[in-house]
């Protein structure tokens, strides 16, 4: 689908640099996008947990981000249906994971292969809408175009695959993004975790 493509950011200034990676020394940030593989998957529930743990925090309390883990996680269906990517950071020093997201085919809006409520059916890119799902940026690596390059990637490979419409669910700190990129508010529901605590689900479309 997607073979190994190169995404180059420009950063404006040295301060600005030091949010775009601690071991960058050059002004261009240089991504590398590819379908991630089974192989990838410890490295990317590592990326999860790093994503889940520091990146919400902002907006969630210590309960509440305890409670979002419980919707959140690795779905297998998507690195097997091949429409999850990784997003690398690639340096003469080292290959780094800094994100991962993708796309869904099938009917299931959001979590991993733990999460309830799931439904595998195919949909039908006729009648039905395509899923963005399970975007993820390292907390070394935020506001750098990771965010918005899964999501470029995403909806591409569902236009081209026959969707009209795209759908996700997202949590209270990734709503200011899709907001930003088009998506509008369906619904918002809640769900009251294992410690008693409120996760916040909100529903998004987009036409592609």
């Not at 996680?73 to 800094?98: K, P, R």
């Not at 009648?127 to 975007?135: L, N, Q, S």
């Not at 700190?173 to 689900?201: C, D, F, M, Q, W």
Request: aromatic share 6%.
């Amino acid at each position: 689908m997607f073979g190994v493509m190169a995404f180059i950011v420009t950063q404006q200034s040295s301060a600005k640099l030091m949010t775009c990676g601690i071991e960058m020394t050059s002004a261009n940030a240089i991504f590398i996008h590819r379908t991630a593989t089974v192989d990838d998957v410890p490295n990317i529930r590592k990326l999860m947990g790093l994503s889940i743990e520091h990146n919400m925090r902002s907006f969630l309390s210590d309960d509440e981000i305890v409670a979002a883990k419980e919707t959140m996680g690795v779905d297998m269906t998507l690195i097997n249906d091949g429409t999850y990517f990784a997003i690398e950071n690639h340096s003469e020093y080292a290959t780094i994971l800094v994100g991962c997201g993708g796309w869904g085919k099938r009917k299931t809006l959001y979590g991993g292969d733990h999460t309830k409520g799931r439904n595998d059916q195919l949909s039908d890119p006729n009648i039905e809408p395509a899923r963005i799902r399970a975007m993820y940026t390292h907390p070394d690596w935020v506001r750098c175009g990771i965010g918005s390059l899964l999501l470029e990637l995403g909806e591409t490979a569902a236009k081209k695959a026959g969707f009209k419409r795209i759908e996700l669910g997202s949590t209270v700190p990734g709503e200011p993004l899709y907001l930003a990129k088009g998506y509008v508010e369906l619904s918002r529901n809640s769900e009251i975790a294992v410690n008693g605590s409120e996760s916040v689900i909100i529903k998004m479309t987009k036409s592609l």
